[in-house]
Nanobody
Framework: QVQLMESGGGLVQAGESLRLSCAAS????????MAWYRQAPRKERELVAG???????NYADSVKGRFTISKDNAKNTVYLQMNSLKSEDTGVYYC?????????WGQGTQVTVSS
């Protein structure tokens, strides 16, 4: 059974940093494409960053240069380092992966950036 457990969210001021973690079980992050999505109030869920099994990363234009996705295969964990946070980064951040035909999500972690 695949489980994704996010942590690291919180309330910060604009310009500060946070690091989110996604601990995975039931899959091996080193063999899977992993991603972070976010959902702001009254908006659709959007892709923030993804990282392939080979380590190639891609980012939404709105976070390029500020966010970095990485993974620790030994810990089976994916991270999202978020720097220079802005109020528009506020939302619930979800870890995601696909395995076969199934799409897996964590429970989400709240990030609130005050301006």
């Amino acid at each position: 059974q695949v489980q994704l457990m996010e942590s690291g969210g919180g309330l910060v001021q604009a310009g500060e940093s946070l690091r989110l973690s996604c601990a995975a079980s039931g899959i091996i992050v080193g063999f899977n494409t992993m991603a972070w999505y976010r959902q702001a109030p009254r908006k659709e869920r959007e892709l923030v960053a993804g990282i392939t099994s080979g380590g190639s990363a891609n980012y939404a234009d709105s976070v390029k240069g500020r966010f970095t996705i990485s993974k620790d295969n030994a810990k089976n964990t994916v991270y999202l380092q978020m720097n220079s946070l802005k109020s528009e980064d506020t939302g619930v951040y979800y870890c995601n992966t696909k395995w076969g035909l199934a799409n897996y999500w964590g429970q989400g972690t709240q990030v609130t950036v005050s301006s």
